[in-house]
């Protein structure tokens, strides 16, 4: 397949509103970064704030009452996000992802899903689930296909503990059955497993979900950001996550759903239903990264552990043309290298990065 060629733009000017040249745009599914790896995925952040400050994520000594979370000023319209996220869809992303901070906090988010279900792109949320009993109606009748909910634990007073804002496991349940009601399921549900947090947890999140359609995904701890005291010692390996279970109930693995899925599968041999792992710490997988990250002030991300992002915003508010954005948001993509789990070391690992609540999930 032959690829188009766009000119690439000096990243410097993007700071100051450049006279981006007219350009051909990338017909759909072309455009591709230095390893060949297409930009499928576009992740929303809407929101930097949360109502939970999980203390692998934002962790309540770092995000108080004085930090500086961003002024509502600085968000994108839900008419700036539509609008980018349409000229991704025009460069091949296939799925967008809705996430925060907690993305059903931003006021009127249904209004924004509406609008980006016309895009025609299968269309996901991840949230922690709180405000799903309240949402999750709405947010289907607008569009929404999948909704991703976070739950850490079964076991009342670890959820408690790891959510630090003393939310129960129970509302959260809530929230999974509310969603299933609405026609949001089957729910992926993401249980990131700290050692000597929520490890021992393990085996009961995959019994309790097996047979019920949902598919449980076993994340190792990562180092985001720069104030979650992430270790090593602290990961739980995949591989091990899958061993325990194994022990109590026989698993087997198969395909990925399609090139560039990050959840390795492992379904119960009983048939009774699906476990996923995401191994981004023990087994890097980013050579087939496709995702591209779009921040809640409107800047773009090429890796989840990028340490600077593009100002986008500048652009939308800068009343450059839908061809001037799009080569823009090309001559990033074309030139990304970016390949962070493959290179980890205990020093980049200490080094400054973006906050996993502002960058998005
Ligand atoms: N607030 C929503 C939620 O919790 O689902 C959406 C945003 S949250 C940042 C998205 C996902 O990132 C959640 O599943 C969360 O568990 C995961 N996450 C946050 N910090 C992480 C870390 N340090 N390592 C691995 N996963 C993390
Ligand atoms: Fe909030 Fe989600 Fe981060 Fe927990 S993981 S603090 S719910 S953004
Ligand atoms: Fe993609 Fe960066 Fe994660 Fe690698 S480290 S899989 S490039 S987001």
Not at 46 to 64: A, G
Request: with cysteine; glycine share 8%; charged share 25%.
């Amino acid at each position: 397949m032959q690829r188009n060629i766009i000119p690439l733009i000096d990243q410097r000017a993007l700071q100051a509103v450049p006279a981006v040249p007219q350009t051909r745009i990338a017909a759909t599914g072309l455009l591709a970064d230095t390893r060949g790896r297409r930009v499928r995925d576009l992740r929303i952040s809407v929101t930097d704030r949360c109502n939970f400050r999980c203390t692998y994520c934002m962790p309540k000594s770092v995000f108080d009452r004085d930090y500086p979370f961003l002024p509502r000023d600085a968000l994108l319209s839900f008419e700036e996000i539509a609008r980018a996220a349409r000229l991704f869809v025009a460069h091949g992303v296939e799925k967008i992802r809705i996430t925060g901070g907690e993305p059903l906090l931003r006021r009127n988010i249904e209004r924004l899903i509406e609008m980006l279900a016309r895009l025609g792109v299968e269309l996901a949320l991840t949230t922690n689930g709180a405000l799903l009993p309240k949402k999750a109606r709405a947010l289907k009748d607008a569009g929404l296909h999948r909704v991703t909910v976070s739950l850490d634990s079964l076991n009342d007073a670890t959820f408690r503990a790891m959510n630090d804002v003393d939310f129960p496991v129970a509302s959260v349940l809530d929230g999974i059955a509310v969603a299933t009601d609405a026609g949001l399921g089957p729910l992926k549900v993401n249980m990131v497993v700290k050692r000597g947090t929520n490890d021992r947890d393990i085996v009961a999140m995959a019994r309790h979900f097996k047979g019920s359609g949902h598919i449980v995904r076993f994340i190792e701890f990562m180092d985001v950001g720069s104030s979650n005291g992430w270790r090593m010692d602290d990961v739980v390996p995949s591989a091990e996550v899958i061993e325990r279970i194994r022990a109590e109930m026989p698993l087997e693995p198969i395909d990925r759903n399609y090139e560039g899925e990050v959840a390795q599968r492992w379904r119960h041999v009983d048939g009774s239903g699906e476990i996923g792992v995401i191994s981004s710490v023990t087994r890097a997988f980013c050579s087939t990264c496709t995702r591209a990250r779009l921040s809640t002030e409107g800047k773009l991300y090429t890796c989840l552990f990028a340490s600077h992002g593009h100002d986008l915003r500048a652009l939308l508010r800068g009343g450059r043309s839908d061809d001037e954005l799009s080569a823009v948001i090309a001559s990033i993509w074309q030139v990304r290298e970016d390949r962070y789990s493959e290179i980890r070391t205990a020093e980049t690992a200490r080094q400054r990065k973006i906050e996993m609540s502002y960058i998005g999930g």
